[in-house]
């Protein structure tokens, strides 16, 4: 990809992504992941957190945050959007189900929505909720 108008297509999409991927996660990153790591190690040596499990390190930098959630700490948390509100019955049914996981099935369904394994304290950053609905058709 020489310009920024080159069209992606079969023959170059395998370079587009890996650009793009560079983009975000190598070279576009870098200045702030160099200034991270030197001031970490002002700190605590990096290299020091090998010895840690990534669990470890979850509790090391967030805390045990092992309240089961309720209704209430969701409806909180969450912020429905795309013509959906903390009423709809798609919500509503949800959190329900959401209220029903365990600590670790929090985490895990947390941390697949947004990269984080807690939802954000007191609801202060609501996590805003997308439902799409799907239509299956017959071909």
Known sequence: MDTPSDIVNLDNVDMYIKELYNAIFGQGILRQVTAFRKGFNRVFSIEHLGAFEVE?????????????????ILMNSIKADHGYTLESREVQNLIAIMTDFTPKEQRIFIRFCTGSPQLPLGGKHPITLLILTLTVTQV
């Open 56 to 72: 470890e390190l979850s509790l090391l930098f967030g805390g045990i945050k092992a309240e089961l959630w309720t209704k209430e």
